[in-house]
């Protein structure tokens, strides 16, 4: 409970300072890290006095024209009403100058190439206060110690407190409006200004005072620095502040002209006070005015009420000399009512900053949910709340769209809305108190719409009232969904036409690998007499035939391949096994076959050799067929990685004419045999590069070509191979064994020309051979002669090799069966490793790997 009550009074603390825009970072900071929707569809603010500011940047002349209209206004009206009602006391009504409220709102707000406007309209307006033909008995002029030195020492006190205020102000606004949001600067900085004011003033009269020292008694009287000047300058000050806090937030709270039209309507009230004053309705005068501003601040929206109060109070100043005539007497009489009177103006101030403050906020939110409920309603997502307890539901507009019912009505009509077995679905996530919404995908049932499918996220609570109310969101994924079965169908056409083609493979590969290996086989069985170089293009061709059979298989099934075994071998053995067994194919061509081995690849090395003798094999031949140079290079290093691992690297490099810049990305791809022009194309399935590179990366390496300076092509292949120990043993090729020939097999196959080559092959080492024609033939065979190994082929009348299989394992055969398919592609294997055979061996047969799997099974059973 405790840790709870923290975590709220946190959350707490958080919102209040994200709604007062200050949490302890720039607002360029929570601009970068955002604060949920709220924060995201808020309105882009920009400050209206940098607003201001940028206004009198690009239009100085008309904004300068304004500005010196309403500085005159508001001196000529001021300065008149202080003539006629009271007694226009010199130092008074200096201390500050009626005009320093516009002087030092100009300073503030213009540009510093622009400063000088306001200063020079100050100074005319300080002049002008001297010569204004309402003084009567008492101008300035006519007074013998208002000299001209006097009238300098007030300019600059009142000019220096001018740019003073100004520069607090700046310098408050460039702290301010970096950390709070937009108008919540403005409204800090215009507080800012009233405290600036005061203090700055208080700092001029102090000045004053010390200035007025220096004059004659008599001077001091006729300027009216008597013992009530302070206190008379001190509430000057007070009120001047409130009065330049009033300018600066009519300049943030700008009126329309609708309000602004209602604003001096609404200031009429004011021109009907001293009538209901001099009727006797009257407390205190300055105390009622301010009373009333600020009931009309708390009435009226802001700007209008700004627009009333600073229009009606100068009217109800200059009608009744109120604000401007204070006299000893009266501050003598009546002290606390002019402080109280005081204190309201200040509070009016107050009052229509945090208006102004409220208002701003909810237009914020206001603008918010309006574009976040536009955004949510293209997005096909909607809003609810079920009341469990009186059964009653709420929607917003998109869901009332996307449901097609009343925005609101009994719980039964919403959920109705839903398949049967969707409502029940439904009705059991809304009853359940969960802390977290259940994330429901639900078929509406609309008659108007369709089919339409609707994920429910909804949560419960109870609510202050005691109902228990489930709140929830709907969202509209039946394009999404469309969209995910049409893709599924798509894919399940794409998975039945691959399954069609791999069978398609296994047919064509079985069909054309039955004739290659009868030809392979007729081609071994060739008398030793034939003519030597047309027995070797037929081999060749027989090779290459089933060499492109065998890549096929690779790369339609990959998962056949064999298992990385990883055992130590001696890189430099490896390296000229290769050179031996492919020097044929270099005399050919007239290529040499050149070494270039390090000292590191006599040491042994623990790695997959198999793999790296197919991957280097690949190389070499490709360079020897297709490279049309004179010389091929393979190279072996080793390197060590940053993280210790060691590495055998091999280099495979010709001087051909190398790999055309077009083709370099695509040669590693499958079927990709360079060049556009087919006529131009070399020779082979176009895998050879693709299975190299799928065998290198299996075993944790890299294959890459580069370009080398003096031309020709340069595979790199780098496979993590640790070194072994100087001593370790590395086991040498063990001639082939021998099984028994006393052995008795039976072979069942169905192609007669197969069988009878076959037949030929085997009974050279296997006298005791018999032959089946069929599945069910072999069965016959097998309870006549009782073999010691079964040799069956897949495809046959009658019954198939697997199912022959199966059926000798349930007679309790326990001798080896051996599956032969001359399909490279396809799932004969698994076929037969199913049904119980112990190896499938793929056409032509390979004598010697019979005879080591026959051996090793022979010398299991012993």
């Known amino acids: 409970m405790a840790e709870s009550g923290n975590r709220d009074a946190s959350r707490d603390q958080t919102a209040m300072k994200d709604a007062w825009g200050w949490n302890g970072a720039s607002q360029n900071d929570n601009d970068r890290e955002g604060v949920g929707e709220a924060f995201v569809f808020r309105d882009f603010e920009r400050s209206k006095i940098r607003f201001i500011r940028t206004a009198i940047d690009r239009s100085p002349v008309l904004t300068s024209a304004i500005f010196f209209a309403a500085a005159s206004f508001w001196t000529v009206a001021m300065s008149a009403a202080a003539a006629l009602h009271g007694d226009n006391n010199v130092m008074v009504n200096l201390t500050p100058h009626i005009a320093l409220y516009m002087a030092g709102l100009g300073l503030f707000l213009y540009p510093l190439r622009l400063v000088w406007v306001p200063f020079l309209a100050f100074v005319l307006l300080f002049i002008y206060a001297f010569v204004q033909p309402f003084g009567g008995p008492h101008s300035w002029l006519s007074n013998p110690s208002v000299t001209l030195t006097v009238a300098r020492d007030l300019l600059l006190l009142n000019v220096a407190s001018g740019l003073v205020i100004a520069i607090l102000l700046r310098l408050t606004f460039a702290l301010v409006e970096r950390r709070l949001r937009a108008h919540l600067a403005d409204l800090v900085t215009t507080l800012f200004a009233f ?119 100068p009217i109800y100043a200059a009608m009744t000399g109120q604000f401007l005539n204070d006299n000893p007497e009266s501050l003598i009489a009546e002290p606390f009512l002019n402080r109280y009177a005081l204190a309201a103006l200040f509070l009016l101030v107050l009052v229509m900053a945090f208006r102004s403050y409220a208002n701003n906020v909810r237009l914020m939110q206001e603008s918010s949910m309006r574009r976040l409920n536009r955004v949510r309603d293209f997005a096909g997502v909607g809003l609810f709340s079920a009341n469990l307890t009186t059964e009653r539901y709420r929607l917003d507009s998109a869901a009332s769209r996307l449901l097609g019912c009343d925005p609101e009505g009994p719980l039964d009509n919403f959920l109705t809305r839903f398949d049967i077995v969707a409502r029940d679905r439904l009705t059991h996530a809304l009853t359940q108190r969960a802390a977290v919404g259940d ?65 398609l493979f296994s047919i064509v590969s079985h069909e054309v690998r039955t ?13 030793d007499t034939q003519d030597t170089p047309l027995r070797k293009r037929l081999r060749e061709s027989a090779d290459q035939l089933l060499s492109v059979l065998a890549d096929m298989r690779q790369v339609v099934n990959p998962e056949k391949n064999l298992p990385v075994t990883r055992q130590p071998y001696v890189p430099a053995r490896e390296a000229e096994k290769i050179v031996s067994s492919l020097q044929p194919t270099a005399a050919k061509f007239r290529i040499t076959i050149t070494l270039d081995l390090d000292k590191s690849a006599e040491r042994a090395r623990e790695g997959d050799k198999v793999r790296v003798q197919q991957v280097l094999s690949n190389l070499v031949r490709n360079a020897l067929l297709h490279s049309r140079g004179r010389n091929v290079w393979l190279s072996f290093h080793t390197s060590t990685s940053a993280t210790g691992t060691s590495f055998s690297v091999w280099r495979v490099r010709d001087d051909g004419h190398g790999i055309a810049p077009d083709d370099e990305a695509t040669m590693f791809e499958p079927f990709e045999r360079g060049g556009q022009d087919v006529r131009k194309r070399a020779d082979g399935s176009g895998l050879g590069l693709f299975i190299a590179r799928s065998a290198v990366q299996l075993l944790g390496g890299t294959l890459e070509y580069h370009r080398p300076p003096e031309g020709g092509s340069c595979f790199t292949v780098a496979v993590p191979e640790p070194l072994l120990a100087t001593n370790a043993t590395v086991p040498e090729l063990l001639p082939v064994r021998i099984a028994d020939p006393s052995l008795r097999i039976a072979l069942a196959e169905d192609n007669p020309v197969v069988a009878e080559v076959m037949c030929a092959r085997l009974l050279r080492d296997f006298p005791k051979l018999r032959l089946a024609r069929n599945g069910a033939d072999l069965l016959e065979l097998f309870e006549e002669m009782r073999p010691d190994v079964v040799l069956t082929d897949l495809f046959m009348p009658e019954m198939d090799g697997d199912e022959v299989t199966a059926e000798l394992r349930r007679r309790g055969f326990q001798g080896p069966i051996i599956g032969l398919t001359a399909a490279a592609v396809g799932e004969e294997s698994d076929r037969f490793i199913t049904a119980g055979a112990d190896l499938v061996m793929f056409k032509p047969l390979n004598m010697d790997d019979l005879h080591r799997h026959l051996a090793d099974h022979l010398a299991r059973v012993q």
């Open 515 to 527: 004739p290659a290996s009868v030809i392979s086989m007729l081609i071994d069985e060739l008398p």
């Open 439 to 503: 994330m429901l995908t639900l078929p509406l049932a609309t008659a108007d719409r369709g089919r339409a499918v609707l994920q429910v996220l909804v949560w419960s609570e109870d609510a202050a009232s005691g109902d228990t109310v489930a709140y929830g969101l709907l969202l509209d994924i039946t394009t999404e969904t469309a969209r995910k079965e049409a893709l599924q169908q798509t894919l399940d056409t794409l998975s039945m036409r691959e399954e069609k083609q791999r069978q």
């Open 195 to 313: 405290v600036f004011f005061v203090i700055t003033c208080l700092g001029q009269l102090e000045l004053t005072l010390l200035l007025v020292q220096s004059y004659t008694p008599d001077a001091k009287f006729d300027l009216g620095a008597s013992l009530a000047y302070r206190e008379l300058a001190t509430m000057r000050i007070m009120r001047g502040g409130v009065v330049l806090t009033g300018f600066l937030m009519a300049a943030i709270e700008f009126p329309n002209r609708r309000n602004f039209e209602l604003g001096i309507f609404a200031s009429l009230i004011f021109c009907m006070l001293p009538l209901l004053q001099s009727m006797g309705f009257v407390l205190f005068p300055m105390l009622d005015v301010a009373m009333l501003a600020i009931l009309i601040a708390v009435v009226f929206p802001v700007s209008m009420a700004i627009t009333a109060c600073l229009t009606g109070i």
